[in-house]
């Protein structure tokens, strides 16, 4: 934790913490093993604090959004990938397939929205039949 985390944030992080706890390992497998594999990472790319602030503070809702998150991953990226960073480099979730489409410019990411939404745009044009 930082030390600009407010003490209710601390709260709302053991309530967090504490309802992972209660949610059966059988329904989050994904997410016990992306702490075991890379805990670092878990930390950097699925933030507990964007999750709580993502449901208002409900750390039940927030749990299971962590779950799902890393559920998500494993599914883009597969198990071997799943586990590293979202960087562009080739060594991590992306693979050179998924880096090519990045940069053809066929997804761009805008400045977020007043409420702080990313915004993504799809330029149709210059999409091709091996992206589908």
């Known amino acids: 934790m930082s030390s600009t985390t407010t003490a209710l944030e601390q709260e709302a992080l053991q309530a967090l913490d504490a309802a992972l706890k209660i949610i059966p390992d059988a329904a989050k497998p994904e997410y016990l093993e992306a702490l075991r594999i890379a805990p670092a990472l878990v930390f ?5 604090m964007q999750f709580l602030r993502y449901v208002n503070y409900n750390p ?3 749990a299971l959004e962590l779950i799902k998150y890393w559920k998500t991953r494993v599914t883009l990226f597969g198990s071997e990938r799943a586990f590293r960073p ?22 761009s990411h805008l400045p977020c929205d007043t ?9 149709p044009a210059l999409r091709t039949d091996e992206d589908l």
């Not at 950097?44 to 507990?48: F, G, H, K």
Request: hydrophobic share 50%.
């Open 44 to 48: 950097a790319e699925s933030d507990p």
């Open 60 to 62: 039940g809702a927030a």
């Open 86 to 107: 979202l960087t562009l480099t080739g060594n991590g979730a992306f693979n050179a397939r998924d880096i090519a489409l990045i940069r053809s410019g066929l997804l």
């Open 115 to 123: 409420l702080g939404r990313s915004v993504v745009v799809v330029n």
